[in-house]
């Protein structure tokens, strides 16, 4: 459905590092970059996810409500993903990382913010 997610941020080099971090924990390479509008890329064969400071030049902010999730291969990478990204500058929130039972069947998640204010989760569909 996606092609590709982009998220703004002030910090570029912060939120780079941060989402290095988090996605090596789910098996992902590190960003590539920066382009030349000072993004850095982290891409797969399902799609594409970029951070940067805005084009139009405004601070970058998250969007209130907004959720992108990361899919992980099983419940401990969905706890590395937490940690790493919480070592790497990144906020917990919501509750702790584990399996919650709900509409959508039995999914294992960990929620954080990045450097920027942005709502990032690694999630794992049981079954």
């Known amino acids: 459905m ?3 997610i982009t998220v703004g941020a002030n910090d570029v080099e912060a939120s780079r590092k941060f989402y ?3 996605l090596g924990a789910l098996g992902h390479e590190p960003g590539s970059g920066p382009d030349a509008k000072g993004r850095y890329w982290w891409r797969t ?18 969007a209130n409500g907004g959720t992108i999730g990361f ?10 993903f937490h940690d790493a990204g919480v070592a790497a500058g990144g906020t917990a929130i919501e509750d702790p990382p584990g399996e919650r039972t709900g509409a959508f069947g039995t999914l294992n998640l960990a929620y954080l913010r990045d450097p920027s204010g942005n709502k ?4 794992h569909r049981a079954g």
């Open 120 to 123: 990032v989760c690694a999630v």
């Open 71 to 80: 899919g992980a291969r099983d419940g401990e990478m969905v706890q590395a």
């Open 20 to 22: 290095d971090a988090a």
């Open 2 to 4: 996606f092609t590709h």
């Open 45 to 62: 064969r399902m799609g594409a996810f970029a951070v940067g400071k805005p084009i139009d030049g405004e601070p970058a902010c998250h």
